[in-house]
């Protein structure tokens, strides 16, 4: 599970990455979309704890689901962007 630390931590380390790669839209798309996960990842926990505070059971399943569902698909875009930056390095490379 991804804590609040750790997503202001990643999102600031995210936002690093975006300032050093001004021209390139997918990597700025990639961190765009993973950004809103990792926030959202971080928010889903708090929202199934509310609505089983407040007795909402289906509610409360529902956003589990949901968390487990958004860190799948969190690490499904780490992965991708892992392999564009892999692609960025290696196109880079044969250019110098």
Not at 12 to 41: F, I, M, P, Y
Not at 75 to 92: F, N, T
Request: proline share 1%; hydrophobic share 40%.
């Amino acid at each position: 599970m991804v804590g609040r630390s750790e997503s202001a931590e990643e999102t600031r380390r995210l936002g690093d990455l975006r300032r050093a790669q001004h021209a390139d839209a997918t990597l700025r798309n990639l961190l765009g979309v993973l950004s809103a996960k990792l926030e959202l990842c971080a928010t889903l926990p708090v929202y199934e704890w509310e609505a089983g505070s407040e007795g909402y059971e289906e509610c409360a399943t529902a956003f589990r689901a949901l968390a487990v569902a958004e860190r799948r698909s969190c690490s499904e875009m780490l992965d991708r962007l892992r392999e564009h930056l892999d692609i960025r390095a290696a196109r880079q490379g044969g250019t110098q």
